[in-house]
Structures are given as C-alpha cells and as structure tokens.
C-alpha cells in the first residue's frame, strides 16, 4: 500500500485565485446535494480577477489569514481565520475561523486537522482566548468535524440578500407611517364630532 503523500500548508497567494474557486465551488455543491430543497446558497461563483482582488484584501488586513493545503502540489483545503474582539467593548481576543474548505477528493486525510493545527498556531501567536467557526448550515461535513474536535454552537448566524431586507423595512416603514397618519385622521374626526354643537 503506497504512502499517502504529506500536506503542506502556506499562505494563499493571487495565484491561487482559480484553484481556490474550484475547491468553494465543490464544497458548496457538496453541501447543496446533502441539503437538497432545505436550503438556498448565497454562493455566487466570482471571476478570477474577483477572486484576486479579494484575496489582495484579506491580506491586506492585519491578523487576517487564507491558509491553503496541498498535497501533490494541488490546493486540496483551505481555511480563512481573522483575530477581533469578542465584543466592540471587550478586550478578549478572539480568533474567527470563516471558512473550513476541503475538497471531497481528499476528506478524512487529515487535510482539515493540518488547517486547524496552522489556525491554533495563528491564535497563539497572537494570545486569542477563544476560537469561534463560523460555517454554512447546509456543509454538513465541516459542523461534523468541528462538533468532533469540541466546538460547540454558541450563536444562530442568519443571512437575508441586502436587497431584500431593504425592500422589506421600506415597506414596513411605509406601512407604519400610513397606519400612523389614519390614527390621527380618526383622532381628529373625533375631536371634531365631539366638538360639534348638538341641535
């Protein structure tokens, strides 16, 4: 039986942009199959350039890491992880994990105990008390992996298409103020059949 060949672990680069849209691609179609009808993905597949521009950004931010795996010389996993407070106003450091990725190719290799393994070392050296993982409701495989290695639920994360929610609180303002403005209409038509000398 032929060695499994080790996984190597390093910073994403610009380069990475095409493999690293695969490697999503694939894990949110995984995840979609597993769900099928329950849940609706935001994944919208970006452009390389996007892609590019993007990863420029998560670089440019300070404790903020896209972590890659690869065997063979091919990007396999993947992890995003940035350090911030637990709260605007404490100074508990945490560090969030965003995205847990591993190809379907190459699951129960080790390939998501080597990213976690290089996303400790990262809240080490940077003295974060806790870990929290935000992952997609409908990738079944990361919640199973992390609730084995101790993450435990702690928050109900929700999502809605900015669209839609602006569309929803114009139309729940404007019921408001027609609702409002026939209050005071029947407060006044009152006030003035009240007023009203009787014959």
């Known amino acids: 039986m032929a060695a499994r ?3 190597v672990l390093r910073d994403a680069g610009l380069a990475d942009a095409a493999a690293l849209i695969e490697l999503w691609e694939d894990g949110v179609a ?18 390389v ?4 521009l993007t990863l420029t950004e998560h670089q440019s931010r300070s404790g903020s890491r896209v972590i890659v ?5 091919e990007i396999v996993g993947a992890t995003v992880c940035q350090i911030t407070t637990l709260t605007p106003i404490t100074p508990t450091r945490v560090l969030v994990v965003t995205d847990l990725q591993v190809s379907t190719r190459h699951r129960r290799r080790g390939v998501a105990w080597a990213l976690l393994s290089a996303v400790a070392d990262h809240g080490d050296d ?10 997609p409701a409908q990738a079944r495989e990361p919640h199973r992996y992390l609730t084995k290695v101790g993450f435990s639920q702690v928050a109900v994360l929700r999502a809605i298409q900015a669209s839609k929610l602006r569309s929803r609180l114009t139309a729940r303002s404007t019921h408001s103020r027609e609702t409002g403005r026939m209050i005071a209409v029947r407060r006044t038509l009152r006030r003035r059949q009240g007023a009203r000398p009787t014959a």
């Open 69 to 73: 795996a690869l065997v063979d010389d």
């Open 126 to 135: 940077h003295d974060c008390e806790v870990v929290l993982a935000c992952i």
């Open 5 to 7: 060949s080790p996984v």
């Open 30 to 47: 995984a995840g979609l199959d597993a769900d099928a009808g329950q849940q609706q993905s935001l994944w919208r597949r970006p452009t």
């Open 49 to 52: 350039d996007e892609a590019s």
